[in-house]
């Protein structure tokens, strides 16, 4: 069981939105601490979308948003797009582990 | 340009020690530390610890305290996981990535090394 725990899969047709998920607790989203946010397609490394709750890193599409209010944080897509088809992970830092933690993770698939 | 490179695919024996290395480049080493995350195959990532190429100064998983030691150099910009005892579930992808305290974000990846533990 991950600390911070995500939907095991969404999906949603080219075009539409899509939200993820990201529910965590008093010791990690809820005490303030960052979420971020990271793609990852099939057999690459993990791409930083979304650090700070809701900053872009450069070359990041304005389709992917972050937000957070107090103990959860969702990742949203617009325009949905088959390239979007990719595993995404949410990551904070927790108090009572002392350390950074990740999300069991959610894989989106485009129909 | 600005990467992480990583130590080629390991197979190590159960109780054996590996140690993986990441050396970066095109950014100035020391301002940012070093986060290694692993993924099991078919699983989700799991953070293993971080350290400052500053100064040095770590912090462990607790998963993984009394197992893992991270290390940097300095003098060629490269970062050491070293993970001892191993066992068949240690059987991973093994990451680097450049955060800049253990709760940041990994703005920068390494290729990833593969680490199979198997008699």
């Known amino acids: 069981q991950s600390v911070l725990t995500q939907p095991p899969s969404v999906s949603g047709a080219p075009g539409q939105r899509v939200t993820i998920s990201c529910t965590g607790s008093?010791?990690?989203?809820?005490?303030?601490?960052?979420v971020h946010w990271y793609q990852q397609l099939p057999g690459t490394a993990p791409k930083l979308l979304v650090y700070g709750n809701i900053n872009r890193p450069s070359g990041v599409p304005g389709r992917f948003s972050g937000s957070k209010s107090g103990t959860s944080a969702s990742l949203a897509i617009t325009g949905l797009q088959a390239e979007d088809e990719a595993d995404y992970y949410c990551q904070s830092y927790d108090s009572s582990l002392s350390g950074s933690v990740f999300g069991g993770g959610t894989k989106l698939t485009v129909l | 340009q600005v990467q992480l490179v990583q130590s080629g695919a390991e197979v190590q024996k159960p109780g054996a020690s590996v140690k993986v290395s990441c050396k970066a480049s095109g950014y100035t080493f020391p301002t940012y530390g070093i986060s290694w995350v692993r993924q099991a195959p078919g699983q989700g990532l799991e953070w293993m610890g971080w350290i400052s190429a500053y100064n040095g100064n770590t912090n462990y998983a607790l998963s993984f305290q009394g197992r893992v030691t991270i290390t940097t150099d300095t003098s060629t910009s490269t970062a050491y996981m070293e993970l001892r005892s191993l066992r068949s579930d240690d059987t991973a992808v093994y990451y680097c990535a450049r955060a800049g305290g253990s709760g940041g974000a990994g703005t920068l990846w390494g290729q990833g090394t593969l680490v199979t533990v198997s008699s």
């Open positions: 008093g010791s990690n989203l809820g005490a303030g601490y960052e």
